[in-house]
């Protein structure tokens, strides 16, 4: 049967998700899928792979093929599955961290907002210090201090970000606290803890989100180049910045997929989050949706 004429032609579901989901940023649509594409392979990658990533062998710098699929390194360990295997510890790290500051940093900023007086002055004398330093230096002393590990990253990566999220959430508690829901859940009788947990910290979400994904794709940078450095997650731990950092050492012996193919994984995973957090911004917050 035909169409009636003048009538707006039907949208596949694809088109409704792309439009609805995304806004029609095609960039969102690509960061989403490569992200996705990474943390399916940091969760299932290391059931698939067929060699142990800390398992030394006498083939030594072997280019990509079909056994080894990203080569081998200088202690003759597959590429490809310390690459997979460093994805997952990375992930998870950056993503424990992020997760860990935004409990904290969001529960003291929408308390300080809310209560407001001197211990609020007090606190945000203090972020003004800490942030005040570069957050990479910061973080260095942190990891020299507590030890480099996996446990001293998560930790390091919850104190140097808690700032971020105190100060982004005491923002929107000092301006919708004083809003009309606010005053009329006070009218109705609701404590003042219900009107701050129940009322006023449900809509700080959509800030908290926007800056997750972004200060996800910082932490995962982070992560890396703290054990570029050497003081971040200690071999034979898989970890990118560890292999590009040990593969930097043989590109002269033409060995550039010790560094190039973990490189190249860890840009598309800070890439993929910076288009997602962008796409995420556009969406949730008003003023930019506006302009």
């Known amino acids: 049967m035909a169409r009636a004429a003048g009538s707006a032609p039907r949208r596949s579901m694809w088109t409704r998700l792309y439009r609805g989901v995304f806004g029609g940023d095609m960039l969102g649509l690509i960061g989403s899928v490569v992200l996705a594409i990474l943390v399916l392979l940091s969760i299932f990658g290391p059931a698939l792979v067929t060699h142990d990533p800390v398992l030394t062998t006498p083939d030594t710098l072997q280019p990509p093929s079909a056994e080894h699929w990203l080569g081998t390194d ?7 599955s310390r690459t997979i295997t460093s994805l997952r510890i990375d992930f998870t790290v950056a993503a424990t961290g992020v997760a860990g500051a935004i409990l904290i940093g969001s529960f003291v900023g929408l308390v300080c907002g809310y209560v407001g007086g001197l211990a609020d002055e007090i606190f945000m004398r203090f972020v003004d210090i800490v942030q005040s330093f570069p957050l990479l ?27 971020t999220y105190a100060r982004v959430i005491r923002g929107e508690a000092l301006r919708k606290k004083t809003l009309e829901y606010i005053d009329a859940a006070r009218c109705s009788g609701a404590s003042e803890t219900s009107i701050l947990f129940r009322h006023l910290m449900p809509n700080t979400l ?20 703290l054990s570029f450095l050497g003081i971040g997650i200690r071999p034979p731990t898989p970890d990118l910045g560890v292999m590009v950092a040990e593969g930097t050492n043989y590109l002269v012996q033409g060995a550039w997929w010790m560094s190039v193919c973990p490189g190249l994984v860890l840009v598309a995973a800070i890439f993929s989050l910076n288009l997602l957090g962008d796409c995420l911004e556009g969406r949730l917050d008003p003023s930019r949706a506006e302009g």
């Open 137 to 163: 230096l910061v973080a260095m002393v942190l990891v020299l201090v507590l030890g480099p590990g996996v446990f001293s990253i998560v930790v390091v990566t919850v104190l140097i970000n808690i700032p």
């Open 206 to 225: 959509g800030p908290i989100i926007v800056h997750a994904s972004l200060n996800l794709a910082a932490a995962v940078g982070n992560v890396a180049v």
């Open 74 to 80: 200088h202690f003759g360990r597959d590429v490809f």
